[in-house]
């Protein structure tokens, strides 16, 4: 089965630290930028990634909210992608999804996300006293 698994979700909290992993299962994550979003309780999954990394691995992208806090990286021999969280505030407490486009390019803006292709089942994270 094609698909890609998150992990390292948890309960926080806030200043501290927490990463993720999404690996592939039966999918291959090089040469395809990965992104990942979230989804905030009782809203919809936000239209932009908070970070994405290209195939490359050069010049990741970070969403303003996120910027100087999360560290995204790859690791193309472990077919897996990190997002290190630190500095985790309640606001980014959501289930965090990780997707892979079609291109090693990272895609931009809200229509970007359509090239988003395969899809995680997502994992909790929660920041909160």
């Known amino acids: 089965q094609l698909q890609l698994v998150e992990s390292g979700g948890g309960l926080v909290q806030p200043g501290g630290s927490l990463r993720l992993s999404c690996t592939g299962s039966?999918?291959?994550?090089?040469?395809?930028?990965i992104g990942w979003f979230r989804q905030p309780p009782g809203k919809k999954r936000e239209g932009e990634a908070v970070?994405?990394?290209?195939?490359?691995?050069?010049?990741?992208n970070y969403a303003d909210s996120v910027k100087g806090r999360f560290t995204i990286s790859r690791d193309n021999a472990q077919n897996t992608v990190y997002l290190q969280m630190n500095n985790l505030k309640p606001e980014d407490t959501a289930v965090y999804y990780c997707?892979?486009?079609?291109?090693?390019?990272?895609?931009?803006?809200?229509?970007?996300?359509?090239?988003?292709?395969?899809w995680g089942q997502g994992t909790q994270v929660t920041v909160s006293s």
């Open positions: 997707a892979r486009a079609v291109s090693s390019i990272c895609p931009l803006g809200p229509l970007g996300r359509a090239e988003y292709v395969h």
């Open positions: 039966g999918l291959t994550l090089e040469n395809h930028a």
């Open positions: 970070s994405c990394i290209p195939g490359s691995g050069a010049s990741p």
